[in-house]
């Protein structure tokens, strides 16, 4: 609503100075007879009726979307963009015409212009108009994407060149009985305000490739190719779990509407795969807020062909867990290394049968010269504590104090959870921005380790980032 109310008032000061200049204009053009002044007039005549126009387009812009128009009412500025360029033509047409015939009559009075000081005076007043208008409605066409606006501040830009062009045309009027009549600078000079005439043709015409190429791309949907691009860097850096298969954006005025198909594991939850959803609509949402985003997600339901995968597979079967991959291509060969997780207590020859058969698998499968295992205790399971935890608030207190000390967060929340004599505490602490995914690893890593060392043994503690 704020962004309708700008464009309300630019368009109602954009007719109130429009009139004001083309009754000017037109009143000193008549008086002195200058086709530069009555292009000028009539010029600003059709800004007027632009302008109007413009304000009713913008009206019409600001209605909400119904049924009939799904997409709202934005699309009528660029239809009233697109009637402003014609009747600038139409414009240009005229000017031109009209030039040509005083350059190719006979009758000297076809050539004579009155110069007033009225007519330096209103093209003095258009130009300081002209330049404070063009500024403002440009600045309030970027801050809302009205194309009506950005065609009448791109009319008013015109207007400051063609006023400036008009001004040099009665100068060179003014003096034209200072030369010698007969020369090439007394006919140049009795031709000037033809010959800026022309030039405020040629500026329009100029114009109007513009504004008309603008206008009939935005009927036509044109893509916005800096919006999509924004788009697709944005889901590469928040979301790149869910690679964007497909993308398309429609803008009307200054309102996007995306649609979007993203891929997701195939096995999610209805729930899952509808809160992925909508988080990806409020990311996009925070980086356009005009857009009205539409996600759909599609499954992923390929194999998984990398290689951290195949590994990950393998390993479940062989029934324990894998970590730490580096995979590396050398001029010796292609290495694969992980860390195997096996359980703490069993003796390792009992698991040399497997380590061999996953070593052998994943060389096969992956095509590696070297498959190169190192062995840790799976630390999964919660271990047994004989001494018994403290009251939860003294527990609490003590947790507070260290994290303190350590410089780290507050926490959120402090739970043990027990079975029987096995213990695990879980300390919450606000997610610390800026950080990395390394960064942040070695973060809680460093405060579960200072913890676990300075607390008593009654519990394993695990410190975690609340969820996002």
């Known amino acids: 609503m704020e962004d309708d109310k700008k464009k309300a008032i630019a368009a109602v000061s954009s007719v109130v100075w429009s009139a004001f200049l083309t009754v000017s204009k037109l009143i000193v053009g008549i008086l002195t007879g200058s086709l530069g002044i009555l292009s000028e007039a009539l010029h600003s005549a059709l ?4 302008a109007g126009g413009t304000l009713y387009a913008v009206k019409v812009a600001a209605r909400p979307a119904d049924d009939e128009h799904p997409y709202g009412h934005g699309k009528v500025e660029n239809l009233m963009a697109l009637g402003e360029t014609l009747l600038l033509l139409i414009t240009a047409g005229w000017v031109i015409k009209e030039s040509i015939e005083r350059l ?4 000297p009075a076809a050539l004579h212009v009155e110069v007033t000081v009225w007519a330096f005076l209103v093209i003095i007043a258009s130009l300081v108009v002209d330049i404070n208008r063009a500024r403002m409605l440009k600045r309030v066409a970027r801050e809302t994407k009205s194309a009506a606006l950005e065609a009448d501040a791109a009319h008013f830009a015109t207007d400051i060149w063609s006023s400036v062009a008009v001004l040099l045309g009665i100068c060179g009027a003014a003096t034209a009985g200072m030369a010698v009549e007969g020369s090439w600078f007394h006919w140049l000079l009795m031709r000037a305000d033809v010959f800026a005439s022309l030039i405020v043709a040629l500026l329009i015409l100029s114009v109007c490739r513009h504004l008309g190429m603008e206008a009939i791309n935005n009927l036509m949907d ?11 860097k944005l889901m590469k850096e928040r979301m790149p779990a869910y690679p964007l298969e497909r993308l398309r954006v429609r803008e009307v005025g200054n309102n ?6 993203v891929l997701a594991p195939a096995d999610l939850h209805v729930d899952t795969a509808h809160e992925i959803a909508e988080a990806i609509e409020e990311l996009i949402r925070s980086a356009l807020p005009h857009a009205e985003t ?3 997600i599609h499954p992923a339901e390929h194999e998984a062909t990398e290689p951290q995968m195949v590994v990950r597979r393998i390993a479940l079967t062989h029934r324990f867990g894998v970590h730490g991959l580096v995979f590396h291509h050398s001029e010796q060969g292609y290495i694969i290394f992980t ?7 069993v003796q390792l020859d009992s698991w040399s049968v497997p380590i061999r058969a996953f070593c052998n698998e994943v060389r096969r499968r992956l095509n ?6 190192h062995v840790e205790p799976d630390v999964r399971a919660v271990p047994q504590f004989s001494a018994v935890p403290p009251a939860p608030e003294v ?19 402090v739970n043990i959870y027990s079975e029987g004599d096995r213990r695990l505490c879980i300390v919450n602490i606000p997610q610390e921005h800026g950080l990395t995914v390394a960064e942040s690893h070695a973060r809680l890593s460093l405060l579960t380790k200072r913890l676990q060392a300075d607390l008593p043994p009654v519990a394993r503690v695990i410190v975690a980032y609340d969820a996002p």
Do not use: F
């Open 47 to 50: 800004d007027l009726l632009a």
């Open 104 to 107: 190719t009559s006979d009758d």
């Open 222 to 232: 044109k893509a916005n190719g800096e919006t999509s691009l924004a788009i697709r």
């Open 256 to 261: 996007a509407y995306v649609e979007m198909v």
């Open 294 to 296: 539409m996600v759909h």
């Open 339 to 345: 860390d195997l997780e096996l359980p703490p207590g």
């Open 368 to 373: 590696a010269d070297r498959v190169v295992v």
């Open 395 to 413: 527990w609490q207190a003590e947790i507070r104090s260290r994290l303190l000390t350590m410089g780290a967060p507050l926490p959120t929340q």
